[in-house]
């Protein structure tokens, strides 16, 4: 096996950088706290996150929660959350998960001071925002500190293959689902070994006893609330990526599988005889993962209509840019002037309609008969791609969101433009990283 | 209803014609006669088909059976029956049907001499050939002279809509199927009732009681032999077109669906806005019935292998001019330069032999997960639809008489030729006829 002890010298933050990150932490702290108690608010301030768990890599953010009492109702909560932030980080941008909050920078980190309610482990669901300072504490009983440098090994092995994060643009492993799985299974290599040997779905909790069915490729029961899934995130695919790297790596392990800084850049479109378009929105300014949702509802339909109509679509991808960009190939850029349409069998009731309807050239040919249905070879409205796309689209609904862009959607052949898309990066770069040459 | 009697009288023999034609037959049963006399060869002479039944239409063919004892073996029957053929129609050729026979011309028409043995109504069937004196026995008993007219008519309005003829590039309706389906429904127009209102298959018999399973779109119980049906070589793609022309003349009864001058012509291409292509190979020497069940394997080769690679076949048609014609209509006539090979689950033993294939360049794209498999962007080899073609068709065995001519396999794209296929006529002339326009 390849030595780690390079690898996690290179990205494990060192003393110093940990004095720095303390610092600046309880620093945001306090500042929190004398607001807190200037302005009488039933509230505490807690660090969360990779750091308050000791397995954060040295570029992680800060993750800072203001705890209210469940005495104040959601409105005044979120009301309250947001002005401790902002006079916290006066620079800070509002953002929206399961409540808004405020994110900002302070001593060159990302700082994110986020607002939510005190609950007991084991308590009714209030949100999965609320429920963070239980993961908090279980991870810091249950990892030692050979335990937070295997999850840092394991979050960088995610990272190089591109399965980390828990975002939906990414629909990969969380953090929290990383620490998981090194408790389970003790270290990096025995996770990998887990998921090299796994066939289908994964499925596990760290008790005994029977596990509840979720409708998802992994299951990892949360042992602060055995009702939910911790890895209900992770996509089929993700875990595809996970399992075929993991048995990768363990047959030939080479350093490469830990470089984390193979982000996609983008790409100039390469040609591959097929017909490539992008398709560009306006983005509204939503958070990502609300916004990636409805992106990838605008790619399906775009697919859809590409099926439907006839161009058959052979791959595409989403990403979001400065635009919302999708990507599609397909076979055809132009439909044949002709096809075929198959009416009712002659037997049927309304055969006649049908010869009527296509009489006396409104057909290019027929009506004939084919086996035991009436078809007659019809003109095609549309045929070019461009065309039949702009026509559609109005009449689907993408998301509230974007639905008011669809009109100025663009349609570009990237092969006659020089602009580079971030998704054509995106779909060059899906290639397993870390193979043998 | 309009009046049918102008329309038979116009395609029904006139006196003259029928005491010529006579004359005709029985000069020939004379020479038959004595030639059996002189050799001493224990036979008979016999008129059947359309002219011993009284059911010819004017420019109906004359059959003569030579029935010989069930003394002979089959070996010397057939010797005999080509001897006789040949001396007393000394420009005939020779033709295969169940037995070999004579074809040729006398006094400006086409006689057919035809051996066969002698059976007795009800016997296990020696061949279809040998049972045809009864038929004409039968249809003789059961027809009046009106009862032959109507058969005239029906085979008329068959003739006008394209579904008239056995012989296997038809797969229509025979002679005998017509006159005993006037024996059964009493009338030209009760027939064409029969089946306007028909639904599905139809499945009739002469007689009282249940009838046996035949898999075939009509069955007929032949009433010479009730294990046999006589309607055997109708194709799904007749009964329909009888169905649907029936129902459209009931509603809009028009002379023109007795117009049997329609048989197609060869085309000049038009232009459909897809992509035509026309095989042909070279005809070998053998009678049409036989090389059509080849020629028709042939057509559906191609578009098996036009399907395979993706050029996306609309339509296809068959013909037998000078030479085998198909034509193939299709959506592409160039692939894409690469396609999406999918390869096994990440979870598969062979995954890694997948990756380690298709890694370092040989893939234009991955391997790469999609879903819970791996797949990889290939290079296409063949992309051009005649050369694609030509390299498969080597692998398929069409059958045993045409297999010699694949190697000079020509591919023609009727656009950019000068020369009218007959295949193109038989495609643009499936249309519906006697539509109200």
Chains 1, 2 share one sequence.
Request: aromatic content about 8%; hydrophobic content about 40%; proline content about 5%.
């Amino acid at each position: 096996m390849i030595d780690f002890a390079p690898i996690l010298k290179k990205y494990k933050p060192t003393e110093e950088q940990n004095r720095e990150l303390k610092h600046t932490a309880s620093e945001v702290l306090g500042m929190i706290n004398s607001i807190l108690e200037k302005k009488k608010i039933k509230a505490k301030s807690l660090l969360v996150g990779s750091v308050a768990k000791g397995t954060n890599l040295a570029s992680g953010d800060i993750d800072l929660f203001v705890i209210f009492s469940k005495e104040y109702s959601i409105r005044d909560m979120e009301r309250l959350g947001l002005m401790i932030g902002h006079e916290v980080l006066p620079q800070g941008r509002e953002k929206y998960a399961e409540h808004p909050y405020v994110s900002g920078q302070l001593g060159g980190r990302k700082v994110d001071i986020v607002p939510c309610f005190e609950i007991d482990p084991g308590t009714r669901i209030i949100s999965s925002v609320d429920r963070t300072p239980l993961h908090t504490d279980f991870v810091l009983k249950n990892l030692d500190s050979e335990g937070q440098d295997q999850v840092r090994l394991l979050k960088l092995f995610m990272k190089g293959i591109g399965v980390y994060g828990s975002e939906i643009k990414v629909s990969g492993f969380s953090g929290y689902v990383c620490e998981l799985l090194v408790i389970k299974y003790g270290s990096m290599l025995k996770v990998l070994e887990a998921f090299a040997s796994l066939k289908g779905k994964m499925k596990i909790s760290l008790e005994e006893g029977e596990i509840r069915e979720f409708d998802a490729p992994i299951v990892i029961i949360d042992p602060t609330d055995i009702t939910r899934n911790a890895a209900a995130a992770i996509s089929l695919e993700n875990l595809s990526r996970m399992k075929i790297n993991s048995r990768m790596f363990l047959a030939n392990p080479m350093e490469q599988y830990f470089n984390t800084g193979a982000d996609y850049a983008p790409e100039k479109y390469r040609e591959r005889g097929t017909v490539m378009r992008i398709f560009t929105l306006e983005k509204p300014d939503i958070i990502d993962d609300i916004l990636f949702s409805q992106a990838n509802r605008f790619r399906n339909i775009i697919v859809q209509i590409l099926e439907e109509d006839g161009f058959m679509p052979i791959s595409s991808e989403v990403e979001l840019s400065d635009d919302i960009e999708v990507m599609v190939e397909c076979k055809l850029e132009k439909l044949p002037a002709t096809k075929v349409h198959v009416g009712p069998p002659v037997d049927a009731q309304n055969a006649i309609d049908f010869i009527k309807k296509w009489s006396g050239g409104r057909a290019t040919l027929g009506p004939y008969v084919c086996g035991d249905r009436l078809c007659a070879d019809i003109p095609v409205g549309k045929r070019v791609l461009e065309e039949v796309v702009q026509e559609r689209i109005n009449g689907f609904i993408i998301g509230k969101n974007i639905d008011q862009f669809k009109a100025k959607m663009r349609i570009i052949d990237p092969a006659k433009s020089n602009k580079k898309f971030l998704v054509l990066g995106k779909f060059y770069n899906k290639v397993l990283s870390g193979l043998p040459s």
